[in-house]
């Protein structure tokens, strides 16, 4: 019973060290790109994105909860601008 069961400890640790050794190698960069074409003038689509209170006007997450306050600090538009 102890031999099967070493072999079994023996068998399973030594695929966790092969696969410690191929994870190893493998270049973890991940790059992920999406597009869409919008068919819209680009000034259309700029004034509907500029600011975080333009894209709060189309929003889907605020019909999960329609009760929900927000306030805005700093410049529209501008580097800063947040949401609380």
């Keep these: 019973m102890m031999k099967i069961l070493k072999r079994i ?3 399973l640790g030594s695929i966790l060290i092969l696969w410690m050794i191929v994870a190893a190698f493998i270049s973890g960069d991940c790059v992920y790109e ?3 074409t919008i068919n819209a003038p ?3 689509v700029w004034q509907q994105t500029n600011t975080l209170k333009a894209m709060d006007q189309w929003s889907p997450w605020n019909e999960l909860d329609p009760q929900m306050k927000k306030d805005w600090t700093g410049t ?9």
């Design 42 to 44: 680009s000034e259309k």
């Design 34 to 36: 999406k597009s869409i």
């Design 9 to 11: 400890i023996l068998v």
């Design 76 to 84: 529209t538009g501008q580097p800063g601008e947040k949401v609380c």
